[in-house]
């Protein structure tokens, strides 16, 4: 079983501050990890995604994710916020399929809200 | 390329009533998830699409719920009896997997969602 925990509800910054979002996971097998954002009333688009590799990761928008694996964390940062970033992001898991059957359903956190003010 | 369309984008109905959603992927795409996502929650997995085989459902698709995907192209969430608490964002997601049904999987590409308010 697969899980996420995503630290904090809610995150607030000032336009230009550091972003930080805290993401643990928990997977039996090697994972793969993703952080998606969803504006109001919109479905979610991906950020960025950790397969194998490199084990940091840079997204659209600046963002970025660094995996972990002793720590079981992704968390995502970006080092200057801006207004446009405002917006709800989650954590997802996904089953590799090493080993085991996967038909790659993500599992996600509870979220993250992010607020940026001027 | 056009997206993850979905239809339509509210429905209000009224309880004990039916409800159909349509999702249609991205059209290379062989492999369609259906999530719901209620207020302040991350999205659940519901149940997935390989071509026209639905290979898993969740617990949380109760008998109530059945979905379709006909020819592997789009695919159908129907609630039946629809209860309150089936008021949620219902999000559907195609990616393009390799192999068979164990192999790695892409990303997936998540459509706008239908909101469904059960009154």
């Known amino acids: 079983a697969q899980s996420v925990t ?30 998606y954002v969803q504006y109001p009333n919109q479905g979610l688009q991906l950020l960025l995604k950790y397969t194998t590799g490199a084990t940091l990761v840079k997204g659209i928008n600046g963002f970025e994710a660094e995996f972990k694996k002793s ?35 993500l599992t996600f956190g509870q979220g993250t809200i992010l607020t940026v003010h001027p | 390329d056009t997206g993850v369309s979905q239809n339509p984008r509210h429905k209000i109905t009224k309880r004990g009533q039916n409800v159909t959603f349509r ?23 519901l149940t997935y699409f390989q ?19 006909p020819k592997g192209s789009f695919s159908t969430l129907e609630i039946q009896r629809t209860e309150q608490g089936d008021s949620a964002m219902y999000l559907c997601a ?9 192999s790695f999987t892409y990303e997936q590409y998540f459509g706008p969602g239908t909101r469904l308010t059960v009154t």
């Open chain 2, 23 to 45: 999702c249609d992927p991205i059209s290379e795409h062989n492999r369609l998830y259906w999530y719901r996502q209620t207020l302040g929650q991350g999205p659940e997995f």
């Open chain 2, 94 to 102: 195609s990616s393009l997997g390799a192999g068979g049904p164990s």
């Open chain 1, 71 to 105: 720590e079981t964390s992704f968390h995502l940062t970006k080092p200057s916020a801006h207004m446009s970033d405002a917006a709800e992001y989650f954590c997802a898991v996904s089953d590799s399929g090493a080993g085991g059957t996967s038909y790659g359903k």
């Open chain 1, 6 to 35: 995503q630290l904090g509800s809610h995150v607030s910054v000032s336009e230009g501050a550091l972003v930080l979002l805290r993401c643990n996971y928990s997977s039996s097998v090697p994972p793969y990890l993703f952080w």
């Open chain 2, 51 to 69: 071509n026209e085989a639905q290979l898993e459902k969740s617990r949380l698709l109760s008998d109530r719920f059945s979905a379709e995907r």
